[in-house]
């Protein structure tokens, strides 16, 4: 997210009032960088916190492909999605 009100937006939508360290620290590195890799345990927030950062660098209005992410299983692509449907 490139704007702190779109961002703000987003995390109202699904009732987050903060975001932790890691979500923060993954959203301002992927401002500067396409590449990044998160390494945090289960439950810690790297779902959202990439997604929020692939947010920003989305266009609605663009038809082409943009972004593809890669799960090494069905569960896990999955869980993405509804939190990528729950950010609208």
């Known amino acids: 997210m490139t704007k702190f009100s779109e961002?703000?937006?987003?995390?109202?939508?699904?009732?987050?009032?903060?975001?932790?360290?890691?979500?923060?620290?993954?959203?301002?590195?992927?401002?500067?960088?396409?590449?990044?890799?998160?390494?945090?345990?289960?439950g810690s927030g790297k779902t959202l916190a990439f997604l929020l950062s692939l947010l920003g660098k989305l266009s609605s209005i663009e038809t082409k492909t943009q972004a593809l992410i890669i799960t090494p299983t069905r569960e896990l692509a999955l869980q993405i999605e509804t939190v990528f449907r729950s950010l609208g």
């Open 7 to 42: 961002l703000a937006s987003v995390l109202e939508k699904i009732q987050i009032e903060a975001l932790n360290p890691m979500q923060e620290a993954c959203i301002e590195s992927f401002q500067t960088k396409d590449d990044l890799i998160l390494i945090s345990p289960t």
